[in-house]
């Protein structure tokens, strides 16, 4: 039998009712343009999502655009990102990127993982979270997240992120692939953690094989 995608679904958006929800996620909602979208993304990696979102607002209050991010100096985006995790790393891929998106895309970002993944700091998880929720384009966001919970759940037998998201691709319809990034970092923030998960509150308990958990609450 087929794995039932639409009642997992189910499950897992009445999970995130309540929920805070992951920053990049709260920078879409807001308006959020592909360009900050793709900025808050790259600040968002190694930093706890309290810390990105008002890292995230601090530097678009000054600048929405690749063209005025460039007029800020390295040091005054470090200044307005801190305490991001690596913020002078981070403010100088940020003005980088800004560079190429205006020399090579017209300032535009561009629509497709390939192109993406050749910017500063930007791997598959940032280009595919880019082109899902600042284009709407179909793409797979995989983390630490839905890497740990789609292999103890048994929809994937991988090891790293990048398998995760062919194999998931392969298996889980399209029409899901933009939202199930949000709805299992919430999932693994709150239930399936990495370290010791709920299972005796999970509503899967009766479905999940629990692959490669030891120890669970
Ligand atoms: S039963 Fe446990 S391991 Fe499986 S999804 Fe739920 S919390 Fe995660």
Same mark, same amino acid.
């Given at each position: 039998m087929g794995i039932d995608w639409d009642s997992i679904i189910t499950i897992l958006r009445e999970n995130k009712k309540g929920a805070v929800l992951p920053s990049v996620s709260d920078i879409a909602l807001m308006n959020g343009t592909p360009y900050k979208i /793709? @900025?808050?993304? #790259? @600040?968002?990696? =190694?930093?706890?999502?309290?810390v990105t979102l008002e890292a995230s607002l601090r530097l678009f209050q000054k600048t929405a655009t690749p063209e005025q991010m460039i007029k800020l100096s390295e040091q005054e985006i470090e200044k307005l990102i801190y305490p991001a995790g690596f913020y002078k790393r981070k403010a100088a891929q940020i003005l980088r990127i800004s560079r190429i998106l205006i020399e090579k895309y017209s300032g535009k970002v561009p629509k497709? &993982?390939?192109?993406? @993944?050749?910017?500063?700091? #930007?791997? =598959?998880?940032? &280009?595919? /979270?880019? /082109?899902?929720?600042?284009?709407?384009i179909p793409a797979l966001c995989v983390d630490t997240h839905v890497h740990r919970i789609a292999n103890r759940m048994g929809w994937v037998e991988t090891k790293t992120p990048d398998k995760t998201e062919e194999a998931l691709c392969a298996v889980l319809p399209e029409k899901y692939w933009i939202e199930i990034n949000e709805l299992l970092v919430i999932y693994g923030q709150t239930l399936c953690t990495p370290v010791s998960p709920r299972c005796s509150l999970c509503a899967f308990q009766d479905q999940c094989p629990r692959i490669g958990v030891e120890k669970s609450r």
């Open positions: /793709l @900025i808050s993304t #790259v @600040i968002s990696l =190694r930093t706890k999502d309290k497709t &993982a390939e192109e993406l @993944i050749t910017l500063p700091g #930007v791997g =598959r998880k940032t &280009a595919n /979270l880019t /082109l899902g929720l600042g284009y709407g």
